[in-house]
């Protein structure tokens, strides 16, 4: 775990709007890593979209969402970005299989994903959540879900610009 990521601390509950948003690193599927700062740095807004598990219905079906409206989240200079606590191996070939093109970071050591307060201990895996963070770093939306009740992209999009 990196220095940045040990210094996070975990919420019981979902960040809320308004909120400085944690910076984290991580490593992407291609073991890049990717940190909040650096997102930020480049300008615009950033979605996380925090998923229990690769490779299941609904975590498959929102990432395949996010892929295939990544042109006009860029065209609302937005990033969006995956996260779930599956190895980067997993991220890769999960990416591959179902042709993501988003990033997805893997916070194997669930310090992220605790930090955001989407964590569900019972499995110990991410919650289903996704959080758009503004240009200036600050929490602009936040929606904390069902494991089954997928994003609307339409809402994430509203919420960007």
Not at 1 to 6: E, K, S, Y
Not at 147 to 161: F, L, Y
């Amino acid at each position: 775990m990196t220095t940045a990521n040990a210094e996070l601390t975990a919420r019981s509950a979902p960040i809320a709007v308004g909120d400085k948003a944690p910076d984290f690193t991580l490593p992407d599927q291609d073991r890049n890593d990717v940190t909040l700062s650096g997102l930020l740095a480049k300008g615009g807004n950033v979605v996380l979209s925090f998923y229990p598990l690769a490779f299941t219905g609904v975590c498959t079906t929102e990432m395949e969402c996010f892929t295939s409206d990544i042109s006009k989240f860029a065209d609302k200079n937005t990033t969006v970005i995956g996260i779930s606590c599956d190895s980067f191996a997993t991220q890769k070939a999960f990416a591959d299989a179902s042709k993501i093109e988003i990033p997805l970071l893997a916070d194997m050591h669930r310090a992220v994903c605790k930090a955001y307060g989407f964590y569900w201990a019972d499995l110990n895996v991410a919650s289903r959540g996704t959080v758009v963070i503004g240009s200036d770093g600050l929490v602009k939306w936040v929606s904390s879900r069902e494991p089954g009740d997928a994003v609307s992209n339409d809402d994430v999009m509203a919420q960007v610009g």
